[in-house]
Each structure stands twice: as C-alpha cells, then as structure tokens.
C-alpha cells in the first residue's frame, strides 16, 4: 500500500513562488508513475505534471509549462513541486498521486491508484 502525504500549500500573491512537498511511503517501482494534479472549487481534476517513478516520461500540464518543476528525490521518497510566477487561476487543492506498475499514461488521473488527502494552494491577485 502506498501512502502519500503532501505538504507546503499556503496563500500567495499573483508572480509568488511555492513549493510543495509529498512524501512517498510504500513499495515503489520504477514504471508506476507519480504525479501531481490539481482541483478548483467546481471543476474537475486535473493533471499538472507527473512521469515515471525511474523519471522517464516526463510531462507537464500546458498551463504550467515554464512556469512549475517536477523532480523526485528517490533516496527520499519525495516528490517535489516548484511553482513559479503563479497565477490567481493556479488556485486549487493540489494532489500527490501514484499508480500501480504498468500504466501506460502518466497524465491521465483514472490511472491513478493512490492519493494523498491534497494541499490547498491561493493565489490572490
């Protein structure tokens, strides 16, 4: 069973950075993915940035192309978020998510077997 708890959410100004942390517990392999994913009040979850846990496969959202970092620390069992140059429209509970070995998209939140309880981010203008 993985586990995934994320953390470092908080309220910051349009053009602030952020970081958010997830910590990995579990048996982990190197073709399940993990990934971040996102929901705004209202809205669906969607996919932010994510790849495999080898760290082949890498994508991001367009939305936050250029602007956030995805990087895993293995000896860890962290998984990183760097967001850069945010926008009042990047408000929304972020998620650590993980799947099961095999999957074959790393950007698609049905393949996503684990879940962390989420982070809430707010960008205010």
């Known amino acids: 069973q993985v586990q995934l708890v994320e953390s470092g959410g908080g309220l910051v100004q349009a053009g602030e950075s952020l970081t958010l942390s997830c910590a990995v517990s579990g048996p982990t392999y190197a073709n399940s993915a993990i990934g971040w994913f996102r929901q705004a009040p209202g809205k669906e979850r969607e996919f932010v940035a994510a790849s495999r846990w080898s760290g082949v496969g890498l994508l991001y959202a367009d939305s936050v192309k250029g602007r956030f970092t995805f990087s895993r620390d293995i000896a860890k069992m962290t998984v990183i978020l760097e967001m850069n140059s945010l926008k009042p429209e990047d408000t929304a509970a972020y998620y650590c998510?993980?799947?099961?070995?095999?999957?074959?998209?790393?950007?698609?939140?049905?393949?996503?077997?684990?879940w962390g309880s989420g982070s809430q981010v707010t960008v205010s203008s």
């Open positions: 998510a993980a799947t099961a070995p095999g999957v074959s998209r790393v950007d698609s939140v049905n393949g996503y077997t684990y």
